[in-house]
């Protein structure tokens, strides 16, 4: 039986990341609970022939034994920069989502700005939905302090951030004054969703794009929940604006994913080796759309693993 697995597509500069979570038992209770599939941000490329088509691969990878599309059950939308919501227009078009997690924030883009026409319709869903009040989908927006509720509880998700601090860091100078939309823009990474996933004794972590203030308020609130992580996606793409030598050390990752194309400069792969000297590191940009496979045994079968045996894997993950 299949157990986790965890898609972080090949979507250049950006992020995509489908977790596929199986049917299973809990044993101390015997409730059942059935497959269920999130989404954690999304930069779609409607034709682009380095990147994976996000919707393509969707539609191909997730359908039930009839053969039709999965729903997602749950989207996470760990912030709205354009590089985490492109493609949200389309999506919401062509797959039903259940449940839309967000963040409260002030945020607005830059709609002067050269890029605005490639995404303007994307912002336009995205502001919709999180004003819908109708239940489709259902709006949730989450922080560290919420009680876990049942649905994402049987999933073992954990929320460390974002926090009420980091929302008065991100819209808020230290002097009380409001920041302007811009300095907001830039601060907004702090305010990212980072997310704790176990498994069987396995630890996930997603990071979205958080930042030196994001990883201060993590290590001061919840520092021994990040302990010893087994797969790490590096934040912000593996940016230094996001490396925290700290965390790094202390989480001792064991594989560390870059979402990020051959084209960037900015990412540093080799200050989180030098940090965790242990990990497998992985980028989408070189490798392609990345699947790991957790067993109920405690076990990940890697991207490498799958070359090996290509034969009896590849076909699952095309």
Known sequence: ???????????????CTIIDFPARIVRSSQERHGERVMMVDIHHHEDHDDYEHVLDYYKRNFKDSEGNIRPIFRYVSTHPHK???????????????????DIEHRFQPDKNGQDWEDYKDDWGRYELVRASTNGSPTVLKYTDKNNQMKFWDEDQIEILSPSDELHQFVHVKEDGSRRTAEEIGQALNNLSYV???KFNGLKILLTGDVETKGW???LKNHKDKIKNIDILKAPHHG???????????????KH??????????HIVPEKYKKAAPNAKTYTTGELGTLVFDCGFDGTIITPGTIKRYENRFLSNYR
């Open 1 to 15: 039986m299949s157990g986790l697995k965890l898609h972080f597509l090949n979507v250049g500069d950006g992020d």
């Open 195 to 197: 997310l704790l996933i």
């Open 216 to 218: 201060e308020y993590i």
């Open 239 to 253: 940016r230094e604006s996001a490396f925290h030598e700290e965390a790094v050390k202390w989480m001792n990752p």
């Open 256 to 265: 560390i994913i870059f979402s990020a194309s051959t084209e960037c400069e």
């Open 83 to 101: 590089d985490h919501i492109k493609g949200l227009d389309a999506l919401f078009n062509e797959v039903s989502v259940w449940n839309f997690w």
